[in-house]
């Protein structure tokens, strides 16, 4: 949160007052004026133990003070945040992805996944019928983790390659730090050990990142059937697991479980939304095309919208792609469009033209740009997967991008608390103040300094524990941006928790992204609400 660090930056900043001159002769418990900041000590007649804490408690009391201010500046969680200046007047043609964008399913769907998959496990895969015992447990993992699949150990990775320690998992039990650094020989993962441009494993790559939603039950089924293997001592091959787990959660998929499921009982896995057919009306009011594009089949797509938007729903769309087969669809040229009659047969005619109210299978982008006359750069793509749906539009085709990340609301509604901003405020002043008195290196300071890291450390992971106890937040290690956060900022032009967001915005918005300093950069004027206007919290409450 940009107003926490700001203020905490402040905080930091008068309580180190200690460190600068403040006239000619020394003054108990500061140093002598004109030495420069990162050199400065105090006199060696200063009790240094004293003089430490007097700072500490300096900027404990300017923390305080600072929150009630802070609880004025919070961000709003149905607001849209930018990566990229994009204005709404340049876009003429919307288009969508299906599951977890246009339709949110409910925490009951994750828990049919991660039993069907347990099920093909056993059935088809003989695995031991103990694992029936395992449940799914929503808690456990975020998105956006990393899997080792040799090592099957699940972790979460920051922005530069390096492992979050105490993130490390093998099984459902946490990996100890040091053997953690003693398995990488450090916490950083080379580039060659990453995953692929599209998260995958493969090419020599041994991670693997999900970056799915519906990658959740299955980190949580690899790491129970990991469980189960390492507490029965059964000797196994991690390989073969993660092939089978993936093939199995595939299955689900592939072999229609999900989709007859939810069919079967749409009013039990689908949110019902009446904002999904709010955003797509006034976007056809004011003129804007649109089209969907999906991985989904026919007839589970059009039931879902039946019941989300109307049976008239696909008078809303010029063009609907069913089955395409992302991320294919945007780089292979050689497959055609194939039309679906309303029994859902595939037809063999040739298409010269997509026509709305029809709907297609599989084809390519450079089909669907040619067929409908559309220019990318008018373009504006909703998706909820970073790689499979956005990244190839983005750096490929100049589409401009919207992610759908549902995490997002909850995690700034966790962000808002004053337990969160008062934590957070003081983290980041404690962090300051170590960086200023790090300078005295006689023992009785350092004993003093070595508290504080302690505290910074526990204050680290009860930070972690407010957004997910074995992982933290999506978005953040411990200061850094996470592996996923990198890849949402590069493929993302804008990113919200839901499209229902777009209902806040005039078709005509300009989105700025908010000017967030560099290291090397002053970032008073930056950080500034009244100089920089974020979306707050309080300014959507009076509208």
């Not at 509604?413 to 969160?420: A, G, H, L, S, V």
Request: proline fraction near 4%.
């Amino acid at each position: 949160m940009a107003t926490v660090a700001a203020a905490a930056r402040g905080a930091g900043a008068r309580a180190a007052a200690g460190l600068r001159g403040g006239g000619g002769a020394a003054v108990r418990g500061r140093p002598r004026a004109g030495c420069a900041r990162p050199l400065c000590t105090a006199p060696a007649a200063v009790d240094m133990k004293r003089y430490l804490w007097a700072r500490y408690h300096e900027a404990k009391r300017s923390t305080d003070e600072l929150v009630p201010s802070i609880m004025n500046n919070l961000l709003n969680p149905d607001a849209i945040f930018s990566n990229n200046e994009m204005s709404l007047s340049d876009i003429e043609i919307y288009g969508f992805d299906y599951d977890y964008t246009l339709v949110f399913y409910s925490k009951h769907l994750h828990t049919l996944i991660f039993n069907a998959a347990r099920d093909l496990l056993i059935n088809e895969h003989r695995y031991p019928a103990e694992i029936r015992k395992y449940e799914y447990d929503p808690n456990f993992a975020i998105r956006g983790l990393h899997y080792d699949v040799q090592r099957a150990v699940l972790m979460k990775i920051d922005a530069f390659h390096y492992i979050q320690m105490g993130t490390v998992y093998r099984g459902l039990s946490v990996v100890p730090d040091e053997e953690v650094i003693d398995m990488y020989e450090g916490s950083h993962v080379p580039l060659e050990q990453m995953s692929d441009f599209y998260g995958k494993s493969s090419h020599g790559n041994t991670m693997k990142q999900f970056m799915d939603i519906f990658s959740l039950p299955e980190m949580t089924l690899l790491s129970c059937v990991n469980e189960h293997f390492l507490k029965n001592n059964i000797d196994y091959e991690p390989v073969h697991l993660y092939k089978d787990v993936k093939d199995s959660i595939r299955d689900v998929h592939i072999k229609g479980i999900m989709y007859r499921a939810i069919e079967a009982d749409i009013e039990k896995y689908i949110c019902y939304a009446e904002q999904t057919r709010a955003v797509l009306a006034k976007l056809a009011a004011h003129g804007k095309k649109m089209f969907l594009i999906t991985n989904s089949p026919s007839s589970f797509v059009d039931k879902g919208m039946r019941y989300i938007v109307g049976k008239d729903w696909r008078d809303l769309f010029d063009v609907v792609i069913v089955q395409a087969e992302k991320p294919n669809f945007f780089n292979d040229k050689r497959r055609p469009f194939r039309k679906v009659n309303e029994k859902g047969v595939l037809l063999w005619d040739k298409i010269y033209k997509l026509q709305k109210g029809q709907i297609y299978k599989q084809g390519n982008l450079y089909e669907f740009l040619k067929l409908t006359g559309w220019r990318g750069s008018k373009v504006l793509y909703f998706g909820d997967h970073i790689y499979s749906d956005l990244a190839d539009l983005t750096l490929k085709h100049g589409w401009r991008t919207g992610a759908i990340i549902p995490e997002l609301r909850s995690e700034l509604r966790i962000m808002n608390t004053e337990q969160y901003v008062q934590t957070m405020t003081w983290l980041q002043t404690l962090t300051g103040l170590l960086e200023q008195m790090q300078i005295h290196r006689d023992a009785e300071s350092q004993l003093v300094l070595q508290e504080w890291k302690k505290e910074r450390k526990e204050m680290r992971e009860m930070t972690k524990g407010f957004f997910n106890a074995q992982f933290g937040s999506l978005f953040r290690t411990d200061q850094n941006p996470t592996y996923f956060l990198r890849r949402l900022s590069r493929f993302a032009d804008i990113y919200m928790a839901s499209l229902s967001c777009l209902l806040n915005y005039d078709v005509h918005h300009t989105f700025y992204p908010r000017r967030t300093p560099l290291q090397h950069e002053l970032p008073a004027w930056s950080d500034s609400p009244s100089a920089f206007k974020a979306p707050l919290l309080q300014e959507a409450q009076a509208k």
